[in-house]
């Protein structure tokens, strides 16, 4: 089939190369404009980018979606199929309609739950369980689409938010060809989306990072594995904030919260308002690297409040 594909980051980049290997005619490829990075500013592609010029696939960068010129862009290229994987731009109603075959989305969260910009994140932070992908018709309104395919995966309670990104990016890929397939055979469903059982998944902000302790351990724990990559959970150690990047539910204490109970080469363990211990296990102080807490410790002691 001939496919617009439209996509930015290392999740979209599993759905553009799935369908390149699967022998699908890419026609064109959109993603976002290169943008300034680190402190050189040196403007850097977006990772779709860096695989499309991989596989000499044409890449567009519009700045605008709503003044025409996309839209002409889309009619010239002739595509029969968008597919749209983590673009990060809202596409008019009318260029969604342009090809025979409409525009489709891979989403990572079994819709209606999850629409919106952080659906993995809000997952891990809300506890769940289980994830998964859809594959669903693009619509006016966002994420509401009809579903023409979905397909779970369990969430590991100790997995990142980075770790879950990689392994949905595979499940939406593979998840994204058996949908294209239906498209070609005629066979695909539209199942609308029960829309009063939606949950939306904003973008995430620094606001959500500071620890509580006198939340439950398993909440705290849920919320380091949410914001791995951005922004991360932090907490103050020391007189300055750290990040911190991995945990363990600990055993049950009497301390109150947020005293700190050991600190030790089993890492750095608080005690939190359900009165058990969360482990603080990888951090990163301010200027730092990332390391193990018992690195941390060997040259920050700190002291135990019992």
Known sequence: MRILFMGTPDFAVASLKALVEAGHEICGVFTQPDKPKNRGHKLAFSPVKEYALTQNLPVYQPLKMRDGTALELVRELHPELIVVAAYGRILPEELLNTPP???????SSILPKYRGAAPINWAILNGESVTGVTIMYMAAQLDAGDIIRCAE???DPDEDAQTLTERLAQLGANTLLQAVEDLEKGTATRTPQDHTQFTY????DRSLSPLDFTKPARQLHD????????P?????????DVKVYRTAVGEETAAAPGTIVEANKKGIAVACGDGKLLRILELQPQGG???PAAAYLAGHPVKTNV
């Open 232 to 240: 991360c959970a932090s907490m103050e150690l020391n007189g300055g």
């Open 101 to 107: 075959y409409g525009s489709i989305n891979v989403h």
């Open 201 to 204: 998944a904003p973008m995430l």
């Open 153 to 155: 995966t369990p969430i």
């Open 223 to 230: 919320q380091v594995r949410g914001l791995i990559p951005w």
């Open 289 to 291: 690297k990332r390391m």
